[in-house]
């Protein structure tokens, strides 16, 4: 069964340094998605991305942030200059074009040092 | 704002004891209401999607339900493989909203 990828599972990083974040989506999906999940708290919405561009963000969704579709794989999620609080386990996830629900990655657990 | 609270925040069970979880919502339009089993270190996998009120869903143990402010996940006689937590999320369907807003969850454990 198809399935989200994520790499890497675990990313440690200093405060103020960039780091990328990579994910495959499953091959025939259309719309994808990053998530964070801050230690014990809930599953939130960071962008997401259509049709080679942004169609939604959140507050969270800041200038420090970027998203890329770099080929027809890879979905990356770049953070310019980490901040602590940026420690979370980061999820994509992704979608066809026909149905609504969103199929999630296993994570990276970003630590911001 | 649309919100998702989640009750209760934890429940213990006995393997065979069937009970239910509460997924309460506010929501600037229904697109579609999910269910989704989070174990922990990994990410939620997909189990139920409701779209309408008095839709019903079945997989294994599990049974979700759906009213115009609620839904329910039914486990039926668990057991300890079910120990997870379940999270709610819906998505609006007003201004063609992508982000599905979580709740935080209900953390079971299915004891033998």
């Known amino acids: 069964e198809p399935e989200v990828t994520q790499t890497p599972s675990h990313q440690v990083t200093q405060m103020g340094q960039e780091v990328i974040l990579r994910c495959v989506p499953i091959?025939?999906?259309?719309?994808f998605y990053w998530y964070r999940q801050i230690l014990g708290q809930k599953v939130e919405f960071l962008v997401s991305?259509?049709?080679?561009?942004?169609?939604?963000k959140s507050e969270i969704f800041d200038d420090q942030f970027s998203v890329e579709r770099p080929d027809g794989s890879n979905f990356t999620l770049k953070i310019r200059s980490t901040k602590l609080e940026d420690s979370a386990m980061y999820f994509c996830?992704?979608?066809?074009?026909?149905?609504?629900?969103?199929?999630f990655g296993p994570g990276t657990r970003l630590t911001v040092t | 704002e649309d919100q998702v609270t989640q009750s209760p925040e934890a429940l213990r069970l006995q393997e065979g004891e069937s009970s239910s979880l509460n997924c309460s919502y506010t929501?600037?339009?229904?697109?579609?209401l999910f269910w989704y089993r989070q174990d922990p270190g990994k990410g939620p996998e997909f189990l139920f999607t409701?779209?309408?009120a008095g839709e019903e869903k079945e997989k294994e143990r599990l049974k979700a339900t759906l009213t115009k402010k609620e839904s329910f996940l039914h486990i039926t006689a668990p057991k300890p493989e079910d120990s997870a937590t379940y999270l709610c999320?819906?998505?609006?369907?007003?201004?063609?909203?992508?982000?599905?807003?979580f709740g935080k969850g209900t953390k079971l454990t299915v004891n033998p």
């Open positions: 991305f259509y049709n080679n561009e942004i169609s939604e």
């Open positions: 929501v600037s339009g229904l697109r579609g």
């Open positions: 999320a819906v998505q609006a369907s007003q201004g063609g909203s992508e982000k599905l807003v």
């Open positions: 409701l779209y309408s």
């Open positions: 091959s025939n999906h259309l719309y």
């Open positions: 996830a992704s979608r066809t074009g026909s149905t609504y629900e969103q199929y």
